[in-house]
Structures are given as structure tokens and as C-alpha cells.
Nanobody, 113 residues
């Protein structure tokens, strides 16, 4: 059974930091491109960051977020610094290989004073 389980979300004040984790099982993790997306209330899903042989970031998070992966632990991480209220959303990790896509259940991040 394919599983992607996110954790690490929570409530943080503006300017704070959080690290999200996504642990995968049930597929050949190292072969997949991994990414993070987010969906804010009432808005469309938004690409945040991806990692394969290289990394990429949305302009909205560049310089503040860092993606990494550990192919031994089958995990991908998103270090989020200098958080802003507009970063509030449900964050999902995604695994992609050609036309195969898997998503986790999401973890809520709320940035509020």
C-alpha cells in the first residue's frame, strides 16, 4: 500500500519556523521526484518546491524554504523560515514518476499572531 504521511504542521507566529516531514512507503521512493504543494482556504493548490536531482522553489517561498530528502529514510522535508500569514495553508507532499502521482493527506500550517 502506498502511503505518504506528512507531519510537523502547527501554529506559529509570523517570523517563526517549522519543519515539515513526509515519510513514504509502498513504492520505490528514490526513483520519484518529490515535491510540496499547499492549498489555502478558498484558493487553488499551489506548487511550493520540488526535489529530484536538483531543487526548485516557487518565487513566494524562495530564500525562506528549503527542501531536502533522505532516500535511506524514504523521507522528504521542508524547512520553512521567516513564515508569513500568507503561508497559512494545508501542505501536501507529492511523489511523481512519469504519469504516476501520489499525495499525502496534508498537514495544516497556520501563521498567526
Amino acid at each position: 500500500e502506498v502511503q505518504l504521511v506528512e507531519s510537523g504542521g502547527g501554529v506559529v507566529q509570523p517570523g517563526g519556523s517549522l519543519t515539515l516531514s513526509c515519510v513514504a512507503s509502498g513504492f520505490a521512493f528514490s526513483a520519484y521526484d518529490m515535491s510540496w504543494e499547499r492549498e489555502a482556504l478558498g484558493k487553488r493548490s499551489e506548487f511550493i518546491s520540488a526535489i529530484s536531482g536538483s531543487t526548485s522553489y516557487a518565487d513566494a517561498v524562495k530564500g525562506r524554504f528549503t527542501i531536502s530528502r533522505d532516500n535511506v529514510k524514504n523521507a522528504v522535508y521542508l524547512q520553512m523560515n521567516s513564515l508569513k500569514p500568507e503561508d497559512t495553508a494545508v501542505y501536501y507532499c507529492k511523489a511523481a514518476l512519469v504519469q504516476i502521482n501520489y499525495w499525502g493527506q496534508g498537514t495544516q500550517v497556520t501563521v498567526s499572531s
